[in-house]
């Protein structure tokens, strides 16, 4: 009896034992599973590690960067990352293309048909000129037609007067000057000996030697000159007649012809053209008349004191001095020249000198005093447009280009102006808006717009 309480001891222990493993069992299958701890793996290539880790296993992923890592910027689109500056440029050089390869085609047009052009444009000149006649003719009763014909017939017949008398005037002296140059180049040789710059005889002769050698060896190309001459005098009778018809028909009809053209232009920009046109005939109109009364007063003046200085063919000369007026800057130093050079070989070297004088004192008196006052501001351009618009007439078209690319620049001059100062009338800028919106100067302080 003494071993009962003894083992009733140990089993109350062993089962006190086992409902406390129950019970530690029982609270760790109510926690959650807790992740393996991670194990050191060797470093393996990139393309086995993507190969052996499943699509769809996001536990194998990248791990996020840490906390101290600076964030990564998103990057800018690449419109926005072109700096602005180069970004401007490209716009307007791909815009700047264009305009080069617009005017490059029209270029290519034109002289394609370059007679055309430049008998439509010789056409306007002569119109600018006659159409004060052609109006003066109808307030007097006179029907425009009749009118226009023989306005359109006197200005032709004038023109043509003119050349002819000039080359009568050649054929008729020609003799005479020939042996005039003889005796001129004679006295020229002695002088030359005699001066003071130690040129010989033997010099002189090479000289003469090499210029007939180069007539001589040249003959060919002179021959096809000649012949390229006769093409030209074609061409030349072919534009006067166009022309000539063109004229009339701008003289009868031209109210009719702006207003066809003005259907060409888009409704959006017609009220503006429709009021740059009338402004550049006023400048064409006010260009013409001008140049022709300075060249007139250049070949007077010249013409007499070239004719009280005994140099032969005066009048030829001052009728070549008033045609080559037309052509600004050029033409007067090369009809000057001229005059000098008949009187160098004809009169001798003093003449020649007070030829000079002549010819120089008169052109400062026109272009200081005679142009600014007859042409005024309406048709001023500046001297450095003027060289550069008759060279590239002159490298486009010759003589005609060079004759008509001053009166062009003047009349693109004042319809841009006017066309601007429209623009600016029409949506004025708004208070405060962008730096030097300010107030475009008037038509007669801008000195684009011919006074009506």
Excluded at 32 to 47: M, Q
Excluded at 379 to 397: D, E, F, N, Q, T
């Amino acid at each position: 009896m003494p071993k009962m309480p003894e083992w009733f001891g140990r089993a109350s222990a062993r089962i006190s034992h086992i409902g406390q493993r129950l019970d530690e069992r029982r609270a760790a299958a109510e926690e959650p599973d807790e992740p393996p701890p991670p194990r050191a793996v060797a470093a393996v290539p990139a393309a086995r590690e993507e190969a052996a880790v499943p699509a769809d296993d996001t536990s194998a992923r990248v791990p996020p960067p840490p906390a101290y890592a600076p964030a990564a910027t998103p990057r800018p689109e690449p419109a926005a990352a072109v700096p602005w500056g180069v970004r401007v440029a490209a716009e307007a050089g791909w815009r700047l293309l264009v305009l080069a390869a617009t005017v490059w085609v029209l270029m290519k047009v034109i002289s394609a048909v370059r007679l055309v052009v430049l008998a439509f444009v010789v056409a306007l000149l002569v119109s600018a000129l006659l159409q004060p006649f052609v109006a003066r003719l109808t307030r007097h009763g006179v029907p425009r037609g009749l009118a226009t014909a023989l306005t359109t017939l006197f200005g032709f017949a004038m023109m043509g007067l003119m050349g002819w008398f000039v080359v009568w005037q050649i054929m008729e002296n020609v003799d005479q000057l020939s042996r005039q140059v003889q005796d001129g180049i004679e006295d020229l040789r002695r002088w030359l000996l005699d001066s003071p710059f130690h040129v010989t005889e033997k010099q002189i002769n090479d000289v003469a030697k090499n210029l007939r050698d180069a007539v001589g060896t040249n003959t060919e190309q002179l021959t096809s000159a000649g012949i390229e001459g006769v093409t030209v005098i074609v061409e030349l009778f072919t534009g006067l007649l166009l022309a000539f018809f063109s004229t009339i028909f701008l003289l009868y009809d031209g109210k009719k012809i702006w207003g066809w053209c003005l259907k060409l232009v888009p409704a959006a920009a017609r009220e503006g053209v429709a009021g740059a046109g009338p402004r550049a005939w006023g400048t064409l109109t006010a260009y013409v008349r001008g140049t022709v009364i300075v060249a007139l007063i250049d070949a007077v003046f010249i013409g007499i004191g070239i004719y009280f200085l005994d140099v032969p063919m005066a009048v030829p000369l001052a009728v070549i001095i008033f045609l080559a007026a037309f052509v600004p800057l050029v033409g007067a130093v090369v009809s000057g020249a001229l005059a000098v050079v008949v009187a160098l070989v004809t009169q001798g070297v003093f003449t020649a000198v007070l030829v000079l004088a002549v010819v120089l004192a008169v052109q400062q008196i026109e272009g200081h005093i005679l142009q600014p006052f007859i042409l005024g501001r309406a048709v001023r351009v500046h001297p450095l447009a003027v060289v550069l618009s008759v060279a590239a007439g002159g490298m486009i078209a010759g003589i005609g280009g060079a004759v008509v690319a001053v009166p062009l620049v003047a009349v693109l001059n004042t319809v841009v102006g006017y066309l601007r100062r429209y623009a600016h009338e029409a949506h004025p800028p708004a208070p405060g808006g962008a730096p030097g919106a300010g107030p475009l100067p008037k038509a007669e302080e801008a000195g684009t717009v011919p006074a009506e």
